[in-house]
Nanobody, 125 residues
Framework: QVQLVESGGGSVQTGGSLRLSCAASGYASSRYPMAWFRQAPGKEREGVAAIGSFGSTNYADSVKGRFTVSKDNAKNTLYLQMNTLKPEDTAMYYC???????????????????WGQGTQVTVSS
């Protein structure tokens, strides 16, 4: 049974940083893609960053240059380093896992079968 547990969310001011973590169990993160999505109140869930089966990455245009996705295969943990945060980054952030080998990970929620419960990120101006 796959379990994804996010942590690291919180409240920061504009320009601040946070690092999100997603601990995976029952899932070989070293082989399969994982991603971060976010959903703000009244908005659709959107892909933020993904890392593929062989380490390739994909980012939403809105976070390129500010966010970095990575994973520690030994710890089976996915990370999202978020720098230069903006109020528009405020959302619930979700970790997701795709049980298919993909060279290039995408940011479409429909392609991810497993989801965590989310961690809240709030950026104040």
């Amino acid at each position: 049974q796959v379990q994804l547990v996010e942590s690291g969310g919180g409240s920061v001011q504009t320009g601040g940083s946070l690092r999100l973590s997603c601990a995976a169990s029952g899932y070989a993160s070293s082989r399969y893609p994982m991603a971060w999505f976010r959903q703000a109140p009244g908005k659709e869930r959107e892909g933020v960053a993904a890392i593929g089966s062989f380490g390739s990455t994909n980012y939403a245009d809105s976070v390129k240059g500010r966010f970095t996705v990575s994973k520690d295969n030994a710890k089976n943990t996915l990370y999202l380093q978020m720098n230069t945060l903006k109020p528009e980054d405020t959302a619930m952030y979700y970790c997701a896992a795709d049980p298919r080998v993909r060279l290039l990970p995408d940011l479409f929620a429909k392609d991810y079968d497993y989801w965590g419960q989310g961690t809240q990120v709030t950026v104040s101006s």
